[in-house]
């Protein structure tokens, strides 16, 4: 029975390594990823992205077509339309952007690029850099957003707990990290559907509001429950010290 428990125990505490490893990955990924972000906006607002010159190789263009309005407000009008994606040679390198503005390009053409880095942001002075939903890996990075979000709020709350001296996460801290989360995924909603309160329509910087509101709200919730804790304590320590000092009864 015991051998049982210690190899259970055992299990437990590899996955637990290997769940704070993955989370210390994405993690990372997001702080570069958003250091991109953030880099590649600056360097466009400053004029700082590397002129290039690029030949196009091939043109893609794919159908889309949706019906007006949303939800019970949907009508029969189909709206139709068309998004371009051109291969592109750009010093000896072949790079995939989609968009362009309204300059028809065609194979063989000449286009000036902006890179950053060597990847290419720009095409004839056309936003065309599609951040985070850049590839397989911006997407995924999306989908594991929710979990490294409620990741670090916990590690915010732990923290917080040993700074108070306290040991282990109760019931009621509990219910402060999924507040926080909470606040957080409520946050993302804007920010997803009214990214132009961020002045661009390719949010940057969005990781970082979702989990400043939780880990905040988290943190808020805990200082008021850490102040009535010790408020109980103090009064308790005052109750007992009354108690010493009074004289016995008869």
Same mark, same amino acid.
């Given at each position: 029975?015991?051998?049982?428990?210690?190899?259970?125990?055992?299990?437990?505490?590899?996955?637990?390594?290997?769940?704070?490893?993955?989370?210390?990955?994405?993690?990372?990924?997001?702080?570069?990823?958003?250091?991109?972000?953030?880099?590649?906006?600056?360097?466009?607002?400053?004029?700082?992205?590397?002129?290039?010159?690029?030949?196009?190789?091939?043109?893609?263009?794919?159908?889309?077509?949706?019906?007006?309005?949303?939800?019970?407000?949907?009508?029969?009008?189909?709206?139709?339309?068309?998004?371009?994606?051109?291969?592109?040679?750009?010093?000896?390198?072949?790079?995939?952007?989609?968009?362009?503005?309204?300059?028809?390009?065609?194979?063989?053409?000449?286009?000036?690029?902006?890179?950053?880095?060597?990847?290419?942001?720009?095409?004839?002075?056309?936003?065309?850099?599609?951040?985070?939903?850049?590839?397989?890996?911006?997407?995924?990075?999306?989908? %594991?957003? /929710? =979990?490294?979000?409620?990741?670090?709020? $916990?590690? @915010?709350?732990?923290?917080?707990? +040993?700074?108070?001296?306290? #040991?282990?996460?109760?019931?009621?801290?509990?219910?402060?990290?999924?507040?926080?989360?909470?606040?957080?995924?409520?946050?993302?909603?804007?920010?997803?559907?009214?990214?132009?309160?961020?002045?661009?329509?390719?949010?940057? %910087?969005? /990781? =970082?509001?979702?989990?400043?509101?939780? $880990?905040? @709200?988290?943190?808020?919730?805990? +200082?008021?429950?850490?102040? #009535?804790?010790?408020?109980?304590?103090?009064?308790?320590?005052?109750?007992?010290?009354?108690?010493?000092?009074?004289?016995?009864?008869?």
């Amino acid at each position: 029975m015991s051998d049982a428990r210690k190899g259970r125990s055992r299990r437990a505490r590899i996955v637990l390594v290997v769940f704070r490893l993955a989370m210390a990955v994405v993690i990372v990924l997001f702080a570069w990823r958003t250091y991109e972000e953030m880099a590649i906006a600056n360097a466009r607002s400053s004029g700082n992205l590397e002129p290039a010159d690029a030949t196009v190789v091939d043109v893609t263009e794919d159908r889309n077509e949706s019906l007006g309005g949303a939800g019970q407000d949907r009508t029969s009008e189909t709206f139709v339309w068309y998004e371009v994606t051109f291969e592109l040679r750009v010093n000896g390198e072949l790079q995939s952007v989609k968009g362009g503005g309204d300059r028809v390009l065609n194979v063989g053409d000449h286009a000036r690029v902006g890179l950053w880095h060597g990847y290419v942001v720009e095409l004839e002075g056309y936003y065309v850099w599609r951040g985070w939903h850049s590839g397989l890996g911006g997407n995924t990075l999306l989908v %594991f957003y /929710p =979990l490294a979000m409620g990741y670090l709020i $916990t590690l @915010a709350v732990a923290a917080r707990i +040993r700074m108070a001296g306290l #040991r282990g996460v109760d019931d009621n801290f509990v219910f402060d990290i999924v507040l926080g989360f909470i606040v957080g995924m409520a946050t993302i909603l804007p920010l997803a559907l009214v990214p132009a309160a961020l002045g661009t329509d390719h949010p940057r %910087f969005w /990781p =970082l509001i979702p989990v400043a509101t939780g $880990t905040t @709200a988290a943190l808020l919730l805990m +200082r008021r429950q850490l102040r #009535r804790r010790q408020s109980k304590a103090t009064r308790a320590e005052t109750d007992d010290t009354d108690a010493e000092g009074s004289p016995a009864r008869p």
